[in-house]
């Protein structure tokens, strides 16, 4: 036996380094939305809610980011039955949900679209990436995903396009490659018989993607002079936990997205 997996970390670091600029922007958008008692909106389907649970609230999780998390299209941990795969994926090939959720939502002048998915082909990915765009054309979208897989791959989508191809005709659209391969498996596990692919690297990049961003939007707001509320490990008996107003500075935040009095008005399509 011998170990290979780690070696394709490498793959990930180099492609996310790469892309230092874009993250540089994207994180001064953020930047923008948290100065300003803003959001960033985080929408993931399937295995990318784990990208979203790593914003919203995690150690070293800065306030401002907000979960668009619809059980059905998120937690597959039930495999088989009433809430089992079949289920799950099927609502992953359902169009109009965009619309649906993001009639729960008020963006507000200076909030940012997050869409987080692996291979950025899903119906319902792509379903609320173009609804937003169409909503909301001032405001920045921005997706990480796998641009390889997105660009070249089958569409499933009836709009005609993959998530690649709506954040090309955003007026305002970001997007950061994820760093996994097509298909997304990685890792080879051969015998005279059998030929196995396994361990997939979509989390991990996307995982890598959201802490970098993190690292940068905090430099950004440093840099203007902007304090802001970041939660501290409260299992370490020497660290100040901030664990109260942290929430409550999320609570004000929350409270815009529900009803927010500057809320844009969305565009009719």
């Known amino acids: 036996m011998k170990l290979t997996f780690p070696y394709q970390l490498k793959t990930i670091q180099d492609k996310i380094i790469q892309q230092e600029d874009t993250l540089k922007i994207v994180a001064g958008l953020y930047a923008d939305a948290m100065e300003h008692g803003g959001l960033i909106h985080v929408y993931a389907n399937g295995h990318s809610r784990v990208a979203v649970e790593e914003l919203c609230i995690r150690m070293g999780a800065l306030s401002g980011f907000r979960a668009i998390l619809s059980t059905g299209l998120t937690t597959f941990t039930d495999v088989v039955g009433s809430n089992g795969l079949r289920l799950n994926q099927f609502f992953e090939k359902v169009e109009k949900?965009?619309?649906?959720?993001?009639?729960?939502?008020?963006?507000?002048?200076?909030?940012?679209?997050?869409?987080?998915?692996?291979?950025?082909?899903?119906?319902?990915?792509?379903?609320?990436?173009?609804?937003?765009?169409?909503?909301?054309?001032s405001l920045p979208l921005v997706a990480i995903s796998c641009a390889e897989q997105s660009k070249n791959t089958p569409i499933k989508h009836s709009s005609g396009m993959?998530?690649?191809?709506?954040?090309?005709?955003?007026?305002?659209?970001?997007?950061?490659?994820?760093?996994?391969?097509?298909?997304?498996?990685?890792?080879?596990?051969?015998s005279d018989t059998q030929h196995y692919r396994i361990c997939p690297l979509s989390s991990v990049g996307a995982l890598t993607v959201i802490q970098s961003l993190n690292e940068l939007t905090l430099q950004a707001l440093t840099e203007r002079?902007?304090?802001?509320?970041?939660?501290?490990?409260?299992?370490?008996?020497?660290?100040?936990?901030?664990?109260?107003?942290?929430?409550?500075?999320?609570?004000?935040?929350?409270?815009?997205?529900?009803?927010?009095?500057?809320?844009?008005?969305?565009?009719?399509?």
Not at 162 to 188: C, E, R, Y
Not at 229 to 248: A, F, P
Request: no cysteine; aromatic share 8%; proline share 3%.
């Open 97 to 137: 949900s965009g619309a649906e959720l993001l009639d729960e939502i008020d963006f507000g002048p200076h909030d940012v679209m997050l869409v987080v998915t692996a291979t950025g082909t899903t119906a319902a990915a792509v379903d609320i990436a173009l609804e937003f765009m169409r909503r909301y054309p």
């Open 162 to 190: 993959n998530l690649w191809h709506i954040i090309q005709q955003a007026n305002k659209g970001f997007f950061i490659d994820n760093a996994m391969p097509v298909g997304d498996l990685s890792t080879d596990v051969k």
């Open 225 to 269: 002079g902007v304090s802001h509320h970041v939660l501290q490990n409260m299992h370490l008996n020497d660290t100040g936990v901030n664990y109260e107003s942290w929430l409550r500075d999320q609570r004000r935040r929350y409270a815009k997205a529900t009803y927010n009095d500057a809320a844009l008005i969305p565009e009719k399509n």
